[in-house]
């Protein structure tokens, strides 16, 4: 494995002044004037907050431990391993629990300050990392690192877990996206209100935010293929990115609305990280941005050398610290942290039940394109198939219920060891079959206390 170990610095640092083209009629003489600026700008009128300081409650010190974790995640994948990365609805049921259940094993690993869920996302809200995180064609760079660690950090709990990425597009043409099987407790939960359904269901929030909760399609709208189409167009990191390039083609901006088309944490910026739907989004811009990479090289243009003379935000110069790391933000364009991922996206194949490779997708035959199936189409699915899958009736091979990923509070200060929650995670076909999991006579009646925990959650 080739190993970036670096150490994280938290500091302000002095960075160049950052310059703004600001296009000047004088006379009816047209020309270009380079406005230098000490503050950030926002570029976006409407987006007001997305930019707002970092609140001074993500600020805490960092411990020791917090550190050595963080700096245990700065890794690049080993030769010869792929990662693929498939649009979630193509996940296979075991794929997905184990996405799942990574997850929900990282909100309740308490061995760092809050959680390593949310120690993670907190990365994202401080003012170091996050002022070189918007705003700018630093954005893309910066949240594929940020993925990377994500990811590593799901594979230090589950070592086949790897990130998925909800394509917006496939519910964009619905006429309730909100109804999209994506909103479901198959994925992500609920979306109208505090998210009592799923596998991130009940999940309490940091800094006083309160449950996790959203509030999908209030505001806002979500990507469509024509922006797609739109992105691809272009043929410069620069013409997609903030801040000399219309809405129409701002990944960043398209990337704004998904955010607060979401809403609830994710509405805001630097609590976004907190709802695990971020890391969803974002690795669909990711391969968006992938997508447009390919397109350059078709055009002989190396991507790993597009990075705009002119970038807007100080914080978004070349040389600038990315905030993570030792990483600067020219660091973001370079191949190596994605050279080992591949991305698989659905496509309309042959007529039959899964022809968009999976049973939560449809062909529109008049487009011949994807789209996602509602939570009603789903549902009578499964009701008539329902003897045939005996995953989606939460059956085991013994009879036995499931155990569900839930995120239980409790948990967190009942004196159950890590260890033994980590266990409890797995079902109980899967502890029986793997040596790493079993549980030894010492854990018994923690885990029994457990599951009695777990099981008055569910009533």
């Given amino acids: 494995m ?4 670096l150490l994280l610095q938290w500091g302000t640092q ?4 950052g310059v703004f083209i600001n296009p000047v009629n004088t006379n009816g003489t047209v020309r270009v004037e380079f406005v230098e600026f000490e503050q950030p700008l926002d570029f976006d009128i409407h987006d007001e907050s997305m930019f707002a300081t970092s609140d001074p409650r993500f600020e ?14 700065f890794s690049l994948p080993e030769e010869g391993e792929t990662r693929e990365r498939k649009e979630y609805r193509l996940l296979t049921e075991e794929e997905r629990e184990y996405f799942h259940r990574a997850v929900n094993m990282l909100k309740n690993d308490t061995t760092v300050s ?7 996302a907190n990365i994202h809200s401080r003012s170091s990392s996050n002022t070189a995180a918007h705003g700018g064609p630093g954005f893309l760079g910066w949240h594929r690192v940020f993925l990377l660690l994500f990811e590593n950090a799901l594979r230090q709990m589950i070592p086949t877990a790897t990130l998925p990425y909800w394509d917006c597009t496939l519910d964009q043409p619905l006429s309730h996206p909100s109804e999209s099987v994506i909103w479901s407790d198959l994925f992500l939960g609920n979306g109208d209100g505090e998210v009592n359904t799923g596998p991130f269901r009940g999940w309490n929030t940091q800094f006083g935010f309160g449950l996790l909760h959203r509030q999908v399609s209030s505001l806002r709208h979500l990507m469509s293929v024509h922006d797609l189409r739109n992105i691809l167009e272009e043929d410069f990191l620069g013409n997609i990115s903030y801040p000399d390039t219309k809405s129409s083609k701002n990944l960043e901006q398209l990337h704004n609305n998904v955010h607060v088309w979401v809403g609830g944490l994710m509405r805001k910026i630097e609590i976004g990280a907190f709802d695990p739907v971020f890391y969803v989004l974002h690795t669909f811009i990711d391969k968006v941005w992938e997508d447009f990479r390919v397109h350059q090289r078709s055009k002989e243009i190396d991507p790993t050398k597009d990075y705009p003379e002119f970038y807007g935000r100080r914080n978004h110069a070349s040389f600038a610290p990315m905030g993570l790391g030792n990483l600067v933000v020219i660091d973001g364009i370079s191949d190596v942290w994605n050279k080992n991922v591949v991305y698989r996206q659905p496509s309309c194949g042959n007529s039959g039940q899964n022809e968009c490779g999976s049973k939560f997708l449809r062909c529109d035959h008049s487009t011949w394109t994807c789209v996602s199936k509602t939570k009603d189409e789903v549902t009578k699915s499964i009701n008539k198939d329902k003897h045939k899958d005996t995953t989606l009736s939460r059956t085991l091979n013994s009879g036995l219920k499931e155990l569900d990923n839930l995120y239980i509070p409790s948990l967190l200060n009942s004196g159950i060891s890590h260890s033994v929650y980590s266990d409890f995670l797995y079902p109980l076909k899967d502890r029986q079959s793997t040596a790493m999991y079993s549980e030894n006579v010492s854990q018994s009646s923690a885990l029994q206390k457990a599951k009695e925990i777990y099981m008055s959650h569910l009533n």
């Fill in 2 to 5: 080739i190993l970036c170990f």
């Fill in 14 to 17: 002095t960075v160049g002044q």
């Fill in 60 to 73: 805490f010190p960092l411990t020791e431990a917090d550190v050595t974790w963080l700096n245990s995640l």
């Fill in 114 to 120: 809050l959680n390593k869920y949310d120690l993670l």
